[in-house]
């Protein structure tokens, strides 16, 4: 990706496939939060997207940290968030805000990067 002009990766975070999927699902998040009610706007909608933009954030923030330890720190950050992100999935869906497919692609994309989250944090964790 290129943002204003920039090519390749500049800071470390951008390079980690866990980040670029997290990028991934907070498009994910906002494109299917565009179709909800305008009363949710402010409720449901807002919820979700802090949550899917906290998981990118935390890794980014994280990255930077002076030890392992830190950045695993913000790697449970981001996977909290991730799990909040699910629950509000849930209840969009039985709200019927989102559909079933819709529902299981995302639910399906959060785990995967769920795993991801608690792969580097074992990573980072056993090697501070």
Avoid: C
């Avoid at 920039?6 to 565009?34: I, S």
């Amino acid at each position: 990706m290129r943002v204003e002009g920039k090519g390749g990766a500049v800071f470390g975070f951008e390079k980690l496939d866990v980040w670029q999927k997290a990028l991934e699902l907070a498009d994910v998040v906002y494109e299917l939060t565009r179709g909800f009610p305008e009363l949710e706007r402010y409720g449901l909608v807002n919820q979700m997207r802090r949550a899917a933009v906290s998981v990118a954030s935390n890794i980014a923030e994280g990255s930077s940290r002076a030890s392992k330890k830190d950045f695993a720190r913000f790697i449970e950050i981001a996977y909290g968030s991730i799990m909040e992100l699910v629950a509000q999935l849930h209840i969009a869906q039985r709200q019927k805000f989102i559909g079933t497919k819709a529902a299981g692609d995302l639910y399906r994309d959060a785990d995967k990067i769920a795993r991801m989250l608690s792969g580097l944090q074992s990573h980072l964790r056993k090697n501070s």
